[in-house]
């Protein structure tokens, strides 16, 4: 996407830009309904009527009831250099950068021969120190803020806003909440939760299941076939059903690990610190009681089985059934 020499202090290396990330979103193209016919958009003058060739077409400010014309050309030669050049100013810790700031990510390769051991080195030093080059550089007519980092043996570029577009949640939320009271259980419970809840990062193991349904319906349609719609949105909770809610969602996540294991949780809680060959042993009988786990399918909603479907691969998921889902899953297991 952009060749450039990147640089720091008096070293200099010349690199390619590669696009790090992919799209799997289905495209549709526009169509007259009742028809076949495609809908095109023209560069079309607005006066006249009449379309008009991309080489006819240049860049206007509006200045105030008159517009300043530009030419691409024109943009290019206020930035000489600079659009050929990544200079880092300097290095930052990775965890001074707040997540809000980054946006788009890329890869760095080396652009010729007898650069590997300059790029090397860089890649090296940097995921050592555990730092990120700061810069910034011009690419297709915009100026971009950059943190350069180091990862897996090779170099990553990433797109960060600049510091006047990261808006200010107080201007854009005029109901937040600060820290609005809680009772002691409720933020008790609220913790168990996310304990409960708590997984290592898989991220293979997350599917954009929406576009797998669009695939699943335009496959539907294509056979005259229909596709089940999904579930309602769950309702809010309220502040009155709040303890009763977190209460349940606590049972539900661990539910399915053990039959009773909500007991043998509180159990375990109770007795805390009272000797440890006591509690290993509800722990590890609760581990190894599998038989429950067809029964407790019966009990779960079409998303939850969904989500054990993805997670074992369950080939055709997408357009299935709540009742071919248990099926399925009891099959996996």
């Given at each position: 996407?952009?060749?450039?020499?990147?640089?720091?202090?008096?070293?200099?290396?010349?690199?390619?830009?590669?696009?790090?990330?992919?799209?799997?979103?289905?495209?549709?193209?526009?169509?007259?309904?009742?028809?076949?016919?495609?809908?095109?958009?023209?560069?079309?003058?607005?006066?006249?009527?009449?379309?008009?060739?991309?080489?006819?077409?240049v860049k206007g400010y509006d200045a105030g009831g008159e517009y300043v014309l530009v030419e691409p050309k024109e943009?290019?030669?206020?930035?000489?250099?600079?659009?050929?050049?990544?200079?880092?100013?300097?290095?930052?810790?990775?965890?001074?950068?707040?997540?809000?700031?980054?946006?788009?990510?890329?890869?760095?390769?080396?652009?010729?021969?007898?650069?590997?051991?300059?790029?090397?080195?860089?890649?090296?030093?940097?995921?050592?120190?555990?730092?990120?080059?700061?810069?910034?550089?011009?690419?297709?007519?915009?100026?971009?803020?950059?943190?350069?980092?180091?990862?897996?043996?090779?170099?990553?570029?990433?797109?960060?806003?600049?510091?006047?577009?990261?808006?200010?949640?107080?201007?854009?939320?005029?109901?937040?909440?600060?820290?609005?009271?809680?009772?002691?259980?409720?933020?008790?419970?609220?913790?168990?939760?996310?304990?409960?809840?708590?997984?290592?990062?898989?991220?293979?193991?997350?599917?954009?299941?929406?576009?797998?349904?669009?695939?699943?319906?335009?496959?539907?349609?294509?056979?005259?076939?229909?596709?089940?719609?999904?579930?309602?949105?769950?309702?809010?909770?309220?502040?009155?059903?709040?303890?009763?809610?977190?209460?349940?969602?606590?049972?539900?996540?661990?539910?399915?690990?053990?039959?009773?294991?909500?007991?043998?949780?509180?159990?375990?809680?109770?007795?805390?610190?009272?000797?440890?060959?006591?509690?290993?042993?509800?722990?590890?009988?609760?581990?190894?009681?599998?038989?429950?786990?067809?029964?407790?399918?019966?009990?779960?909603?079409?998303?939850?089985?969904?989500?054990?479907?993805?997670?074992?691969?369950?080939?055709g998921r997408s357009h299935m059934t709540r009742e071919d889902l248990v099926d399925a899953l009891k099959h996996a297991?």
């Amino acid at each position: 996407m952009w060749a450039g020499n990147l640089s720091f202090g008096l070293v200099s290396l010349p690199v390619g830009l590669y696009t790090a990330t992919d799209s799997h979103t289905v495209h549709f193209h526009q169509l007259q309904r009742g028809t076949s016919d495609r809908i095109r958009n023209r560069r079309v003058n607005e006066r006249t009527g009449e379309e008009v060739e991309l080489d006819d077409i240049v860049k206007g400010y509006d200045a105030g009831g008159e517009y300043v014309l530009v030419e691409p050309k024109e943009l290019d030669e206020i930035a000489p250099g600079r659009s050929q050049s990544l200079e880092i100013a300097g290095f930052v810790d990775l965890d001074e950068v707040e997540p809000i700031f980054f946006d788009r990510t890329y890869y760095l390769g080396p652009r010729g021969k007898g650069f590997e051991k300059v790029y090397s080195l860089m890649e090296q030093a940097l995921a050592k120190a555990g730092k990120a080059g700061i810069a910034t550089f011009v690419m297709r007519q915009h100026e971009y803020l950059v943190a350069l980092k180091a990862e897996d043996g090779l170099l990553t570029l990433h797109t960060l806003h600049w510091a006047d577009e990261i808006r200010n949640p107080k201007d854009e939320i005029d109901n937040l909440p600060g820290k609005a009271k809680a009772s002691a259980k409720e933020l008790h419970m609220a913790e168990q939760l996310i304990e409960a809840l708590s997984m290592q990062w898989e991220p293979d193991r997350f599917h954009d299941t929406f576009q797998e349904k669009v695939a699943a319906l335009i496959q539907a349609k294509q056979a005259g076939e229909t596709v089940e719609k999904a579930e309602p949105a769950a309702e809010p909770t309220g502040a009155v059903d709040l303890m009763e809610a977190l209460r349940a969602s606590v049972d539900r996540a661990r539910g399915p690990r053990s039959a009773g294991g909500d007991k043998a949780s509180t159990a375990r809680g109770r007795t805390a610190g009272s000797g440890a060959g006591h509690e290993k042993k509800p722990t590890g009988k609760k581990r190894v009681h599998s038989a429950p786990k067809k029964q407790d399918l019966g009990n779960l909603t079409k998303a939850d089985l969904y989500k054990k479907a993805a997670a074992a691969n369950v080939p055709g998921r997408s357009h299935m059934t709540r009742e071919d889902l248990v099926d399925a899953l009891k099959h996996a297991s």
